[in-house]
Every structure is written in structure tokens, then in C-alpha cells.
T-cell receptor, first 116, second 115 residues
Framework: EPEVTQTPSHQVTQMGQEVILRCVPI?????FYWYRQILGQKVEFLVS????????KSEIFDDQFSVERPDGSNFTLKIRSTKLEDSAMYFC??????????????FGEGSRLTVL | AQKITQTQPGMFVQEKEAVTLDCTYD???????LFWYKQPSSGEMIFLIY??????QNATEGRYSLNFQKARKSANLVISASQLGDSAMYFC????????????FGKGTRLSVIA
């Protein structure tokens, strides 16, 4: 069964360092998403991406965050200068259909980021 | 305002018993989808069940069923014959056709199954 894969599963970094989290969405999906879950809290939307550009982003997704699809398969989330409060589980998701549909998002297993 | 409300931060259930996890939602969009995800301690999000707003019948997937009461805007998850492996966080989520956020989650309910 096709699945969304994420790397790394866990990354520890120093405050102020840049981090790139990688995702390989399901191959025929066109819509990609990043979500964040701070430990013990609910899952929060960060950004959605379609046709090589951001389609929606939340207020969490400020200038230190960026996303890109560099090679047609990977979908990356970059955090330019990490802060302690960026420590969280980051989930990538993909879907066949976009924001105007109600179908399922398929989630990866998450990348746990720890900022020291 | 909260779009998804899960009022039970934690629930306990005896093994082999059924349990209902509550979820209410708020939307003015006539077209939406409701989802339940399971998150075990390992952290991944596991899709359990989906209910579309126009579906006439309640969704069922094995031991999971969704008690969809549209007029009350509730979408409770029923787990029958609980197993120890069901112990996890459970998140209710909604996707609106006209919303700008693809999927909005509730705060979750932690289910503990007792032997």
C-alpha cells in the first residue's frame, strides 16, 4: 500500500541552526501539507502546497519556515533558525484532492524535532 | 472558536468492552468530511474512519463505527470489543469544502484499555 515517508524520524539540533525535514508523498497525489504537534497538544496546520506553490498557510508558518518540492518527489520543510518552541513532531501529509474537497489526507509517521 | 471539540481528555475502558469517544464540530459549510485518527505512543497518525456530510449511513470499519448525528453536529467514535492495543490518543478532525485549512483537529482523547 502506498504511503507517505518522512526523514529523519528524529532530529536534535541546537537553537539557531537550520533544519530541513523531508517527505516523499504518495506518487499520484498533487496536494501536500505540513502539520505540527507540540508534545501533548493537538495537531496544527502549517502549510499546504500545490502546483509548486503555497496555497494556504497558518499564522504559525512565519518567515523562518519555507517549503519546496526540489525534485518532483521530495517535499521539504525548512526551518531557518530554530527556536526552542519549534520542538515538536512534524507531520507531512498528501492528498489526491485539494482544499475544495473533503477526502482523506494521508499522513507520514512524523519527524520529531528537538531543539536544545 | 473551536471547530472540533473533544470533551474527554482521558477515558478508561475494560478490555473486550465497547467505548464511545465524543466529538462535536462546528461548521456552516454544508459539505464536509469527518475523520478519526489514532495516535499510539510511537507518534504516527493512523487513519481509522471517515464520514461524509452527505452520507446517509453511519460509517463502519471493522471494530470502529462512527455515530453521526448531523443535526446535533456530533461524530462520536465507537470502538467495540476493546483490545489492549487500542490504548492511544484519538483525534477527531474535520475537512470543510470551503475551508482554508485542509484538516482541523480536536485536542484528542487519551484512551486507556485495562486488562
Amino acid at each position: 500500500e502506498p504511503e507517505v515517508t518522512q526523514t529523519p524520524s528524529h532530529q536534535v539540533t541546537q537553537m539557531g541552526q537550520e533544519v530541513i525535514l523531508r517527505c516523499v508523498p504518495i506518487s499520484n497525489h498533487l496536494y501536500f501539507y505540513w502539520y505540527r504537534q507540540i508534545l501533548g497538544q493537538k495537531v496544527e496546520f502549517l502549510v499546504s502546497f500545490y502546483n509548486n506553490e503555497i496555497s494556504e498557510k497558518s499564522e504559525i508558518f512565519d518567515d523562518q519556515f519555507s517549503v519546496e518540492r526540489p525534485d518532483g518527489s521530495n517535499f521539504t520543510l525548512k526551518i531557518r533558525s530554530t527556536k526552542l518552541e519549534d520542538s515538536a513532531m512534524y507531520f507531512c501529509a498528501s492528498s489526491e484532492t485539494g482544499l475544495d474537497d473533503t477526502g482523506e489526507l494521508f499522513f507520514g509517521e512524523g519527524s520529531r524535532l528537538t531543539v536544545l | 472558536a473551536q471547530k472540533i471539540t473533544q470533551t474527554q481528555p482521558g477515558m478508561f475502558v475494560q478490555e473486550k468492552e465497547a467505548v464511545t469517544l465524543d466529538c462535536t464540530y462546528d461548521t456552516s459549510d454544508p459539505s464536509y468530511g469527518l475523520f478519526w485518527y489514532k495516535q499510539p505512543s510511537s507518534g504516527e497518525m493512523i487513519f481509522l474512519i471517515y464520514q461524509g456530510s452527505y452520507d446517509q449511513q453511519n460509517a463502519t470499519e471493522g471494530r470502529y463505527s462512527l455515530n453521526f448525528q448531523k443535526a446535533r453536529k456530533s461524530a462520536n467514535l465507537v470502538i467495540s470489543a476493546s483490545q489492549l492495543g487500542d490504548s492511544a490518543m484519538y483525534f477527531c478532525a474535520m475537512r470543510e469544502r470551503s475551508g482554508n485549512t485542509p484538516l482541523v483537529f480536536g485536542k484528542g482523547t487519551r484512551l486507556s484499555v485495562i486488562a
